[in-house]
């Protein structure tokens, strides 16, 4: 009951996305069976355990070969639905208060380098066809816009502006934010979108497939992958890189780490701040040549 009423918040208050709420739910019930397994109160077990059970939940999670990082977002999201049972005055003490994370390495983002996106876009050669134009749209909007896969997704031809060079994009919870796109996408996106007429694809959604459908992750992922196969040999190739390639090319090209921060969506600086990393290197070559005691 709790769970449900949780959910419900999560989804109508919150305005959490479906991915988000599925994390969630998974992480609630799974707690939720691992506490019925071990607890003597089979009756509202959840409301009833204390910080030792919980710290023998994260002994098991470990001994599960569970990641730190997996574990630290599992205690996260349980750590809120405590909260909000204290809020509902259901409890009257968080049961993970006293619960210390795991220790996580940062993971720096990876990024497709500025020649390689340059050699993608200048030098390979996509068919004048409908599915030519779409794929080398999806990888110059993710490029050139730093939008995540779920919002090129859910991008409608009505949300860009063509006169100003900008895209409308509803982000995580449903945040709205408007976002420039460079010039000489314009032909590009009059070029798709006439063909993607020509063809009866009628759909208010702009990426769509050969059927007229809303494209798919799997769709957008086999597109991505497939191309920068053809530049890069980067571990990572997929719409997420290009994202990340947005940030660290414009903080390398000398962007404010704020601007950037509205840019991609991020709710604080402390996500955005991660790109910094990336340039450290950058930074460190220029101080090496430049100053003249390094």
Request: aromatic share 10%; glycine share 2%.
């Amino acid at each position: 009951m709790h769970i449900e009423s949780y959910l419900k918040y999560l989804k109508f208050e919150k305005r959490y996305s479906s991915h988000t709420i599925r994390a969630y739910t998974d992480d609630l019930h799974q707690f939720e069976s691992f506490v019925q397994s071990d607890s003597n109160v089979q009756t509202q077990a959840l409301i009833k355990i204390n910080h030792r059970l919980v710290r023998k939940w994260i002994i098991f999670l470990y001994n599960n070969n569970i990641s730190p990082r997996s574990i630290n977002r599992k205690i996260s999201s349980l750590k809120k639905f405590y909260k909000f049972l204290i809020q509902n005055q259901v409890i009257e003490s968080n049961p993970f208060d006293k619960v210390i994370l795991p220790k996580v390495s940062k993971k720096l983002p990876e990024f497709i380098k500025q020649d390689e996106i340059s050699n993608l876009f200048d030098q390979i050669d996509f068919p004048e066809n409908f599915i030519g134009l779409r794929d080398k749209l999806i990888l110059e909007l993710l490029y050139g816009t730093g939008i995540r896969l779920s919002e090129l997704i859910n991008l409608q031809e009505h949300d860009i502006n063509i006169s100003d060079s900008t895209i409308r994009v509803l982000g995580k919870r449903n945040k709205e934010r408007i976002i420039p796109f460079p010039k000489y996408l314009t032909n590009n996106i009059f070029e798709y979108v006439k063909y993607k007429n020509l063809e009866n694809l009628n759909n208010d959604f702009l990426i769509v497939t050969p059927k007229g459908e809303k494209a798919y992750p799997k769709l957008i992922y086999r597109v991505v992958t497939s191309y920068l196969s053809l530049v890069t040999t980067n571990e990572h190739k997929n719409p997420h890189s290009l994202r990340h390639s947005y940030a660290t090319h414009l903080l390398n090209n000398g962007a404010d780490l704020n601007a950037i921060k509205e840019l991609l969506g991020h709710a604080n600086l402390s996500a955005t701040q991660v790109y910094t990393h990336n340039t450290f290197k950058k930074l460190n070559n220029i101080y090496k040549r430049a100053h003249p005691r390094a």
